[in-house]
């Protein structure tokens, strides 16, 4: 599965270590969209080979978080409304189609990770550790869906997750983004997924996706007025 936060911590190597700061920076915009990204420079920054940097920066291309040209310095990748609005609309096709998948897949250990995710998520929230709340928000919705048993869809909805945060940070004033609303917003999917009602299940992943602040409901008002 892939994921942002992982349950056991384990040491990463050099180029994860540079991978995970540069991914930070730019979900949180420290790094703005456009900005350079040269490798001798971050190579200095991280103490690494150049190599090191390039690895990094090759996985933050498959993820689309930075552009790559030969001969020519990355890029952040910008944050386009469109990209964020559409990808938020497929986000929540795929999650919520796959609630039948879950509920009958859905056992204690499911269960017990996600209730660890949510943990996860308040201890951050009390920490004011925005990045780490959306790791482990990531971490919950992966794990929802890995049950549903369809791993090649995972890394469509892991980019759908990771680009439409992004966004959300990007263009939202950090006094609206309560962090521990942030996190109780998704015991309403635990409490429907212990019904074991597959609609149930599929009404609180609908909810919780249209309703993201400063976000959601403008995206889906707007395909409400388009008619798709």
Not at 134 to 156: G, I, K, Q, T, Y
């Amino acid at each position: 599965m892939i994921s942002l936060a992982e349950s056991t911590p384990r040491q990463r190597s050099r180029s994860e270590t540079a991978e995970h700061a540069l991914r930070r920076d730019i979900v949180l915009g420290t790094l703005a969209p456009g900005a350079a990204l040269r490798e001798l420079e971050l190579a200095e920054r991280f103490d690494c080979a150049q190599g090191t940097i390039r690895e990094a920066l090759m996985r933050l291309s498959e993820d689309g978080l930075v552009t790559r040209r030969a001969r020519r310095d990355t890029h952040v990748a910008q944050a386009s409304p469109d990209d964020a609005g559409e990808l938020l609309r497929i986000r929540h096709d795929i999650e919520c189609r796959a609630a039948v998948r879950v509920i009958e897949a859905r056992n204690d250990a499911l269960l017990r990770d996600l209730d660890t995710q949510l943990q996860a998520m308040r201890i951050a929230a009390l920490r004011e550790d925005e990045y780490s709340l959306l790791e482990h928000d990531c971490s919950f919705h992966l794990r929802l869906f890995e049950a549903a048993a369809m791993p090649v869809v995972e890394p469509v909805l892991f980019r759908c997750l990771v680009h439409t945060q992004r966004f959300k940070i990007l263009n939202s004033a950090p006094e609206t983004r309560d962090l521990k609303a942030t996190a109780e917003r998704h015991v309403s999917i635990l409490e429907a997924l212990t019904t074991g009602e597959p609609d149930t299940l599929a009404r609180a992943l609908s909810h919780h996706i249209t309703t993201i602040v400063d976000f959601g409901p403008d995206v889906f008002a707007a395909k409400g007025r388009h008619g798709t």
